[in-house]
């Protein structure tokens, strides 16, 4: 479960994760994300994304209240900066 801290902002650069799944499903509030090839989406409550394997993306703003249920396979994987 990952939630947005009130009073911060998204700030990460553009990354990819080295893992074999990702799906993201939107429980609360809402999110816009770049995503390499594909461009900016927005995520609302009910949104539900499968994150390609090593896709580059960002999270460019979210709500206050955002909060996401994630899956993934590996739990543990590895984040890389992509400029």
């Given at each position: 479960?990952?939630?947005?801290r009130p009073g ?53 703003d979210h709500s ?8 993934t396979m590996p ?9």
């Open positions: 479960m990952i939630r947005a911060q902002h998204a700030d990460a650069p553009h990354h990819s994760h080295t893992l074999e799944f990702q799906f993201i499903y939107v429980l609360k509030g809402w999110a816009i994300f770049d995503y390499e090839g594909y461009g900016e989406h927005k995520l609302v409550a009910g949104s539900t994304v499968y994150q390609p394997p090593g896709v580059s993306h960002k999270e460019i206050e209240d955002f909060k996401v249920l994630e899956i739990a543990d994987f590895e984040t890389k900066e992509v400029k």
